[in-house]
């Protein structure tokens, strides 16, 4: 294929940050605690962050386990904090406890972030309705990537969603990058590229020494040959 493959990586420091783009990331996801699956880092860790390598950078905003916004003024607050830092790409998505958008948390945080492009995250693979979350987000200003596996268990299982979604795109609420992680494999990757998905996300496949160690270059490299030859 002509068209080059997004590789984004999870990135916890300016360490793995380097790390990933030797290794031929194009984009990182930056978060603190992946113990509660990724929050919000302290500005201090983007700004050395944003100081150590020039590829896009995505900010996660979520101040706690699970998928309610839980305090939306502080979202807001914290929101506004990484804007002044100097951030301008932000990962996000929020449910309520009956499993569809809180669109209104969702609205009042990107109402702080003019002119930034975001990635609706994992969320969307546990939302009640899938179709319904997309369409009612369709129009939010600079949301341009989902962050999915198909499925709340990872590819495996979501391959199917993520292969019927590919095949709409262009169709209301599905103009949005596919930006396929979680439980992603390499082996995964051929059938992915032949649907004409062209955007993957690691995390645990960048750190064979698991999440107490840092980025390993050679292992991203791996996934850049691997995409760079589909």
Request: net charge negative; proline share 4%; aromatic share 4%.
């Amino acid at each position: 294929m002509s068209t080059r493959a997004v590789l984004e990586v999870i990135a916890l420091d300016a360490e793995d940050a380097v790390a990933a783009q030797a290794g031929g990331a194009d984009r990182l996801e930056l978060v603190t605690d992946m113990a509660a699956d990724g929050l919000t880092p302290p500005s201090r860790t983007f700004t050395a962050v944003r100081a150590a390598v020039d590829i896009d950078l995505r900010v996660m905003l979520r101040l706690t386990d699970g998928f309610a916004a839980g305090d939306v003024d502080r979202l807001v607050g914290v929101a506004g904090d990484m804007r002044a830092a100097g951030a301008d790409q932000f990962v996000l998505g929020f449910l309520g406890a009956d499993g569809d958008v809180d669109l209104a948390a969702v609205e009042r945080v990107v109402a702080e972030l003019p002119g930034c492009r975001w990635t609706f995250h994992r969320a969307i693979d546990r939302a009640a309705d899938r179709d319904a979350l997309r369409k009612q987000l369709a129009d939010l200003p600079g949301l341009d990537t989902y962050l999915t596996a198909g499925a709340a268990t990872g590819v495996d299982e979501g391959l199917p969603t993520l292969l019927a979604e590919a095949r709409r795109r262009g169709e209301p609420g599905y103009g949005q990058t596919l930006l396929v992680g979680g439980g992603l494999r390499l082996d995964h990757v051929p059938g992915l590229r032949a649907a004409g998905i062209d955007a993957f996300h690691i995390g645990g496949a960048a750190r064979p020494g698991g999440w107490n160690r840092p980025v390993s270059t050679p292992s991203v490299r791996e996934w850049r040959r691997m995409l760079d030859e589909d």
